[in-house]
């Protein structure tokens, strides 16, 4: 299952993720920044570090399983 990373910097300094399920892809860019951008204006979440000061990155992350025959 494919998942969106939006990595954003707290007050602290340190890295806070948030993840979402199921993104639409292609992945709009200008939506992206757009959204991260606004969350951190509407200061919409916060973290243990104190709020979202900055965008850091956006990826996404994609999980394959391949389980392994035990004897």
Request: proline share 3%; no cysteine.
């Amino acid at each position: 299952m494919k998942k969106l990373e939006l990595k954003f910097e707290n007050e602290e300094g340190k890295v806070v993720t948030y993840t979402l399920d199921k993104p639409v892809e292609p992945v709009d860019l200008v939506a992206v920044n757009n959204a991260m951008d606004e969350i951190i204006a509407q200061n919409v979440f916060t973290s243990s570090g104190g709020n979202l000061v900055a965008k850091q990155s956006a990826r996404i992350v994609e999980r394959n399983v391949s389980d392994i025959e035990l004897a």
